[in-house]
C-alpha cells in the first residue's frame, strides 16, 4: 500500500514536472531523479530513432563512468535491446544479458557490468520515437510491478518527447528565422560580391555554428566551382581561388544537378572527395546551390563533425539563405540601374515574401513595393507618406522611431509589430531597418523590410497555451471537475476558444460512449450575454479559471442535459464518434445534415452544421471522445483547430486516465484500511486466545500437584515431617505459578517506561557482578568490553535491568558445559549499543525468525514471553533489539538506545 501510494506520487511528480519543460535534458534529469526515487536502477539510457528510422541516437543520463556508449552514441536496430523494442513496440525484459544470445551488438554493455535491464517502447500518437532503457549491474530482473510504473513513465516520457521535439523544431525555425533576418540585413547592406560572399560565410558559420562554410561561384565557361568564400576549421587550410570540376564531390555534383544533397554520412556517399588532407575531420556535409534563372550560380557548402547532424530544417534554413544570397548577388549586380530596375527588386522581393520600402532622412517613403503596400496601405502606393503609416501608428509618429536611430548611428535596427488587418484580424510583422550608404559611407536612405511573422508567433502562443493546460490538467485528480475543466479550457476565449463542446465517456461495462458533460451556451441570446459578461470579466485564461473556481459558478445545466441525451453502442461503427475512436483520428464534419455518420438524433440535439469530434486516447485506450462546434459564432472549422484540439485532447486523455486511476486507488486503499483494520481486531482477538490457552496450561500442573499434596496433608495432618515436605511442594509451585502470572502480565502490560539519566555501563556492570557465582559454576570465561565514551542515556533502571537479565541468562542457559561470554558497549553517532554474545549451541533459521513471537519457546518449561517482553521494553525506549546466530557457532544479540539530543550536541 505504501509502494502504490509512492509510485503514484512518483509518477504524478514526473508527470507534472516534465510536462511543465519542453528541454529535452531537463526531462531525462527529472525521469532519472524522479523514477530512481522509486525503483533502483545504474543505467538509464534514451534512444532516439534517426532521419533514416534506421538507427537511434543515444541519450545516456545515468551510467558508469567511461561507458562505452555515451551520449551522441549512434547504434543500429539489428542485435540491440532498444533497437528491438523500437521495432516491435513491444516492452522487452532482459534478465541476465550476458547469457542472453539475442543481441550480440550488446555484448560489450554485458562485459561493462550492465547485468538486467527492460527497455520499454517510446509511442505518441501512435508513432514510434524510439526506446527507453533501465539496467541494473547486478542479476536483479525488473518486476512486473516495476515494469507496470516504468510503462507509465515511458507513456509521460513519449508525450513530453512529443512536445520537446515540437517546441524544438518551432525554436529551430524561429533561431533560424532570426539568423536568416540577420544574415539577409547583413546581405542587403552591401552590393559588393566579394565582401557579401564573405560577411554571409563568417555570419552563416558564426549563428548556425557549423564546423566550416565555404561559398563557391560557379564558372560556367570553364565548367568548374571556385571557393570564393570560407569561415570556420579549414578556414586557414584552404586557399580561395581552389577550383574543382563540376560534377566532382558534393559541392560539383550540386552545382551540376542544381539540387540540394545531404550527406548525413559522407562515408556512405558516392559522391564525396577529400579535397585536402584536413578535411576528413567531417562527417557530415550539406551543398545547397545558390540559383538564379534555374540555373546554379553558386553553392552554400557546409560540413559538421557529427553523423546525422542536418536535418529537414536545416536544408530549408539554408535554402532560404541560398535564396537571400542569390539575390544579394543579383542586387549587387544591379545597384546602378536606374528606377525600372528597382522596380525589377521590387518584384523578386515580393516573390520572397517580404514587404520593401526606401526611406529618405525626412522620414518620407521613397519606394514601396506591392507586398508592402498590401498589408499597409490598403493596396495603395505608400509613396509620399512618412514611414509610420506603415509602421506603428498611421496616426503619430513612432515615439522610438527605429528608422531615426538606423539614420544617426548606421546601425541595422529590428522591432515586431502587431497591425490589425480588418479582414484578417491580427497580424505580426517583422521590421528590419538597414542602412543605404553612398560611396562615401554616409546613410544616405533607409530599406525597410516588413517579414509576416503571424504563423511563428501563432504557433509559439499555442505552444505555451498547450502547455499551459496541460499543468492546469495535471494538477487536477478529481474526475468530475477535471471534465469541466477540460471543456471549460476547449470553450474559454483564451483558450481554444470553441462555443460549446460535449465531452462523451466510454461506459465501465465498455458497451456504449455516453454523454457525460456539456459546456457552452444553449442558445443565441445566451451566447451573447456570456460573451458580454466575459468580455468584462475574463480578459485571460487565469481570469476565466478563477471564474470556474469562484462560488455559484455556472453549471450548465441545459448543455449538461443535452450531454446525457447521447448514447452511442460502440459496436456501431458507421456514426462519426464511433470511427474517431476506432481510427484514434479526429473527424471533421462540413455538413452534419449530407453526412450519414450524423444520426438524426444527434443531428437534431446538436444543431449544428459543422462540427469536429477528437478522441480521447490514453495508452492506446480509447476513453472518450469531444465535440465541438462554432454554432453561434460560425466561424469556420479548419485543419489547424482540428490539429490543436486533438494535440489537447491527447493531454486531457492522459489527464483522465491518470485521474481515473487515482480514484480506483483511492477506492482500493480504503478497502485495504478496512481489511487491515479486520486483521488487526483478529490478531488480537488470535492473541488473547492463545493467551489463554498458554495460562490454563501452564497452572494445570502447578494446581494438580498442589490439590494432591494438600489432600495428602488432610489424610495425615498429624504426620508433621510430611506435612512440612508437603507445604515446601506446595509453596514452590504457588511461587511457581506467581511467575507464571508476572510473565504473563510483563507481556500484556509492561507498562511505560520511567526514564531517568543513568550510566549503561553501570547496568551492565551490575548484571554481570549479579551472575558471578554462576559463571563461576558453569565454567563461563566473560570478557568485557565497556566504552568509557558512552554518554550518559535516559532509561527505565527496572526495565533495562529485566532486558538484561533476561538476554544473560539465555546466554548462561545456552552452554550447559561452558564456553565465553561475551560483554561489550560502544558509543556510535546517535546511538550506543550492548552486545551479549555467547559461544553456545546457536539457533537454525527457522527458531530465529520466531524468537520474538509470544508463547515461542525452546525451553523445557519455558513461557515464550521473555524475549517478547525484552522487545516490547526496548521499543518503548526508542531502540531495537537484534539477534544474530548460527548453529554450533553460538548467537549475539544487539540492544540499540538512542543518545538524547542535549548528550549528542554535547
Known amino acids: 500500500m505504501a509502494a502504490t501510494r509512492e509510485w503514484l506520487s512518483g509518477i504524478y511528480e514526473i508527470s507534472k514536472i516534465i510536462n511543465a519543460t519542453l528541454e529535452l535534458g531537463e526531462i531525462l534529469d527529472v525521469v532519472a531523479r524522479e523514477t530512481r526515487r522509486l525503483i533502483d536502477f545504474d543505467r538509464l539510457v534514451l534512444g532516439l530513432l534517426d532521419d533514416t528510422g534506421e538507427r537511434l541516437r543515444l541519450l545516456v543520463p545515468v551510467a558508469s563512468p567511461g561507458t562505452t556508449r555515451p551520449t551522441g552514441s549512434l547504434i543500429p536496430l539489428d542485435g540491440h535491446v532498444l533497437g528491438e523494442v523500437t521495432r516491435t513496440r513491444q516492452t522487452l525484459s532482459v534478465a541476465d544479458l550476458r547469457a542472453d544470445p539475442r543481441f550480440p551488438a550488446d555484448r560489450p554493455l554485458a562485459e561493462e ?29 525488473f518486476s512486473g510491478a516495476e515494469a507496470e510504473l516504468l510503462h507509465a513513465v515511458a507513456e509521460q516520457v ?29 546581405a542587403l547592406a552591401t552590393f559588393d560580391l566579394p565582401t557579401l560572399l564573405s560577411r554571409t560565410a563568417t555570419l552563416i558559420q558564426q549563428q548556425f555554428n557549423y564546423y566550416d562554410v565555404s561559398l563557391f561561384m560557379v564558372d560556367r565557361a570553364a565548367r568548374e566551382v571556385v571557393l570564393s568564400a570560407q569561415a570556420g576549421a579549414y578556414h586557414a587550410a584552404s586557399a580561395i581561388g581552389y577550383r574543382q570540376p ?19 554520412d559522407v562515408a556512405q556517399d558516392p559522391h564525396y572527395v577529400v579535397a585536402f588532407e584536413g578535411e576528413r575531420a567531417s562527417k557530415a556535409e550539406l551543398a545547397v546551390p545558390v540559383k538564379l534563372a534555374g540555373q546554379a550560380v553558386g553553392v552554400i557548402n557546409v560540413e559538421c563533425t557529427e553523423v546525422g547532424a542536418f536535418d529537414q530544417i536545416d536544408v530549408m534554413a539554408l535554402e532560404t539563405l541560398a535564396d537571400l544570397v ?63 503609416v506603415v509602421h506603428a501608428n498611421p496616426a503619430a509618429p513612432c515615439p522610438n522611431c527605429m528608422a531615426k536611430a538606423t539614420f544617426n548611428t548606421g546601425e541595422i ?10 479582414s484578417r484580424g491580427p497580424r505580426h510583422y517583422e521590421h528590419i531597418f538597414a542602412p543605404v550608404r553612398d560611396h562615401e559611407g554616409k546613410v544616405r536612405e533607409i530599406i525597410m523590410l516588413a517579414f509576416d511573422v503571424t504563423e511563428h508567433a501563432r504557433n509559439v502562443e499555442q505552444l505555451a497555451l498547450l502547455r499551459r493546460l496541460s499543468e492546469l490538467m495535471q494538477g487536477v485528480v478529481e474526475l468530475d471537475r477535471l471534465l469541466h475543466l477540460i471543456l471549460t479550457c476547449v470553450t474559454a476565449g483564451p483558450g481554444l476558444g470553441f462555443n460549446r463542446a460535449i465531452l462523451l465517456l466510454v461506459n465501465d ?73 476506432t481510427a484514434q483520428r ?51 472549422l479548419g485543419g489547424h483547430e482540428v490539429q490543436l484540439l486533438q494535440t489537447y485532447a491527447n493531454q486531457a486523455g492522459l489527464a483522465i486516465s491518470a485521474a481515473a486511476a487515482y480514484k480506483r486507488l483511492e477506492e482500493q486503499l480504503n478497502e485495504l484500511e478496512e481489511t487491515r483494520d479486520r486483521l488487526v481486531r483478529s490478531e488480537r482477538l488470535a492473541v488473547v486466545g492463545r493467551l489463554a490457552a498458554h495460562v490454563a496450561h501452564e497452572i494445570r500442573n502447578p494446581l494438580a500437584t498442589i490439590g494432591g499434596f494438600t489432600r495428602a496433608m488432610l489424610r495425615s495432618p498429624d504426620d508433621t515431617p510430611k506435612v512440612e515436605r508437603n507445604a515446601r511442594i506446595i509453596l514452590e509451585e504457588v511461587e511457581r505459578l506467581e511467575q507464571i502470572l508476572a510473565n504473563v502480565m510483563n507481556f500484556t502490560k509492561p507498562g511505560s517506561p520511567v526514564c531517568r539519566e543513568r550510566d549503561i555501563n553501570e547496568s551492565v556492570e551490575a548484571i554481570c557482578a549479579f551472575h558471578e557465582h554462576v559463571f563461576a559454576e558453569r565454567k563461563i570465561t566473560v570478557h568485557k568490553s565497556l566504552d568509557p565514551n558512552c554518554p550518559i542515556l535516559r532509561f527505565d533502571p527496572d526495565q533495562m535491568r529485566q532486558v538484561l537479565l533476561n538476554l544473560c541468562q539465555n546466554a548462561i542457559e545456552s552452554m550447559p558445559h561452558g564456553g565465553e561470554l561475551t560483554v561489550l558497549t560502544r558509543a556510535l553517532d546517535d546511538r550506543v549499543e550492548v552486545v551479549i554474545a555467547d559461544t553456545g549451541q546457536g539457533m537454525t533459521e527457522s527458531v530465529l525468525e520466531s524468537m520474538f513471537q509470544p508463547f515461542f519457546t525452546t525451553k523445557p518449561g519455558g513461557t515464550g514471553l521473555g524475549l517478547s517482553v525484552c522487545q516490547k521494553i526496548i521499543h518503548d525506549h526508542g531502540g531495537d533489539i537484534l539477534i544474530r546466530s548460527r548453529p554450533g557457532a553460538g548467537s549475539s544479540v544487539t540492544v540499540t538506545l538512542p543518545i538524547p539530543e542535549n548528550s549528542a550536541d554535547s
Not at 246 to 264: K, P, Q
Request: charged share 20%; proline share 5%; net charge neutral.
Open 158 to 186: 513519449a508525450t513530453a518527447l512529443d512536445h520537446a521535439k515540437l517546441f524544438a523544431a518551432e525554436r529551430k525555425r524561429a533561431n533560424h528565422l532570426a539568423i536568416i533576418n540577420q544574415v539577409a540585413r547583413h
Open 246 to 264: 563540376l560534377g566532382i564531390g558534393i559541392v560539383g555534383h550540386a552545382a551540376d544537378a542544381c539540387i540540394t544533397v545531404v550527406a548525413n
Open 586 to 636: 479526429p473527424i471533421l464534419v462540413t455538413d452534419a445534415y449530407a453526412d450519414p455518420g450524423v444520426t438524426p438524433h444527434l443531428r437534431s440535439l446538436l444543431g449544428a452544421r459543422q462540427f469536429v469530434c477528437v478522441p480521447l486516447i490514453a495508452r492506446d485506450t480509447a476513453l472518450g471522445a469531444i465535440l465541438a462546434d462554432n454554432v453561434f459564432s460560425n466561424h469556420p
Open 326 to 388: 542569390a539575390q544579394a548577388i543579383e542586387n549587387a549586380r544591379l545597384v546602378d540601374e536606374t528606377v525600372r530596375e528597382k522596380q525589377e527588386l521590387d518584384d523578386i522581393v515580393s516573390a520572397m515574401g517580404a514587404g520593401v520600402a526606401l526611406i529618405d532622412r525626412d522620414l518620407t517613403i521613397l519606394w514601396s513595393n506591392k507586398t508592402l503596400n498590401t498589408w499597409f496601405a490598403g493596396g495603395r502606393s505608400a509613396v509620399g507618406q512618412k514611414c509610420h
Open 413 to 422: 535596427r529590428t522591432d515586431i509589430q502587431v497591425h490589425h488587418d480588418p
Open 113 to 141: 557490468g550492465v547485468v538486467s535491464c527492460i527497455a520499454l517502447p517510446l509511442v505518441s500518437a501512435n508513432r514510434i520515437l524510439g526506446a527507453l532503457a533501465f539496467a541494473r549491474r547486478e542479476p536483479h530482473p
Open 509 to 581: 461495462d465498455r458497451t456504449m460512449l455516453e454523454g457525460r458533460l456539456g459546456v457552452g451556451p444553449a442558445s443565441h441570446e445566451e451566447a451573447a450575454r456570456i460573451w458580454r459578461e466575459l468580455a468584462q470579466r475574463a480578459q485571460t485564461l487565469d481570469d476565466v479559471l478563477a471564474l470556474f473556481d469562484s462560488p455559484g459558478a455556472s453549471t450548465d445545466t441545459a448543455m449538461r442535459y443535452l450531454a446525457r441525451q447521447i448514447r452511442i453502442p460502440l459496436s456501431d461503427t458507421s456514426q462519426v464518434p464511433i470511427r474517431a475512436l
